[in-house]
């Protein structure tokens, strides 16, 4: 039986919480969960080198199949070396399938047993994403952690639509399984989905474990529900899934939802809030929101956060950043994304020394409480 590519192994559990310590193998190397994945949709993190990435401390990036599909196209990225070499990173690379695409692209799309049907968004031509397909370019792209070909269904989506949709994603999965040609240096992960329905979330993650897939995904969260409804699902979905494989939640990134899917069992996140934010001007840190394009901080000379060790924080003021972004200047946008991933990183590192020491509860109500989440929209991005 050929060895799975990625393996996790379970360090601790918590003792007041489902939250788990645990270390992910990967062939690029072993990294702690739970853990925070940065976004480089296109092969890049915008704005950030892959040097700068790792002194924050980042394992994994996550890129993106369907866009690498596009441009510059899995042939040239195999021609390169893969991905790695392609984009100097020597850790860990999880590619997704392109499924969440047939979410977003919902006006450009057609579903079908065999695939999907798209138009390229960039030129308008007519495309074809079948699960063989996803899986194929996931093997020339050579990303350690691969994703099922999927279908995300919105979360308020009919319930007879919603079971179509996991009963044909179980289809894919298994024939994306079939055409997964390097199971022994790629890890190919489960995508569990089934909207705001407990009975179809339950049935699709249990058809999912029943495939043993070496990790499996929540797809279709953070997609519109409420934070409660969110949490609602994880509390009896992670239950069913299988204590020694990695749990990942697709697409949260916010704080006090990375908190939250700690709490029920999450192990790895990916988001690419922190970047994009960023670039809008507005910051995390331990004080909440800092939007430092405002007038405001236009002769603040503290550090966007005084607690934060990150390059920007420690080397520049509110007052330039401000002035360099509303200048429309590149390296504001680069000086704030350094400082929220990091943020986020460093979140993560926090909460993994509270899980050790059984405190995390405690962390979380000061988390909470310093961010601002106890005040009515004051976190919330």
């Not at 520049?316 to 002035?323: D, L, N």
Request: with cysteine; proline share 4%.
């Amino acid at each position: 039986m050929t060895q799975a590519a990625v393996r996790y192994e379970l360090i601790k559990e918590e003792k007041h919480t489902g939250a788990r310590l645990g270390i992910l193998h990967t062939p690029q190397g072993s990294f702690e969960t739970p853990m925070y994945m940065p976004v480089g949709t296109l092969a890049t993190v915008k704005g950030l080198a892959p040097e700068e990435l790792k002194a924050m401390g980042a394992d994994i990036v996550l890129s993106n199949t369907y866009h690498l599909w596009l441009r510059p196209g899995e042939d040239l990225v195999a021609e390169a070396g893969g991905l790695h070499r392609f984009m100097n990173w020597d850790k860990g690379i999880l590619t997704d399938s392109g499924g969440f695409q047939v979410f977003s692209l919902s006006d450009m799309r057609r579903i079908e047993e065999e695939g999907v049907h798209f138009r390229n968004h960039i030129s308008g031509e007519k495309l074809f994403l079948s699960p063989e397909k996803a899986i194929n370019i996931q093997n020339q792209l050579g990303s350690d952690i691969m994703m099922s070909f999927d279908e995300c269904p919105p979360f308020d989506q009919s319930y007879d639509y919603v079971k179509r949709s996991i009963e044909r994603t179980t289809r894919w999965a298994e024939r994306g399984l079939k055409a997964h040609a390097h199971p022994d240096r790629q890890a190919l992960f489960g995508i569990m989905q089934g909207a705001g329905y407990k009975d179809l979330r339950i049935q699709h993650a249990r058809d999912m474990v029943s495939l043993d897939f070496p990790g499996y995904s929540i797809g279709g969260l953070s997609v519109g529900e409420s934070k409660e409804e969110m949490n609602q699902v994880l509390d009896y979905l992670t239950p069913e899934m299988p204590k020694h494989k990695p749990r990942y939640l697709m697409g949260v990134g916010s704080p006090d939802s990375l908190i939250d899917g700690v709490i029920r069992g999450v192990d790895m996140f990916d988001c690419v809030l922190a970047t994009r934010i960023a670039r809008n001007g507005t910051c995390m840190t331990s004080q909440g929101r800092l939007v430092v394009k405002n007038a405001k901080y236009a002769r603040d000379f503290r550090p966007i956060d005084e607690k934060c060790s990150c390059y920007t924080c420690q080397n520049y003021s509110r007052a330039y950043v401000r002035h360099l972004i509303k200048s429309d200047e590149i390296f504001g946008l680069r000086l704030a994304s350094i400082h929220n991933v990091h943020f986020l990183l460093n979140l993560m590192r926090d909460i993994r020394e509270n899980i050790r020491n059984d405190s995390l509860l405690e962390f979380k109500e000061a988390f909470f409480e310093e961010y601002g989440y106890n005040k009515v929209g004051a976190g919330n991005f």
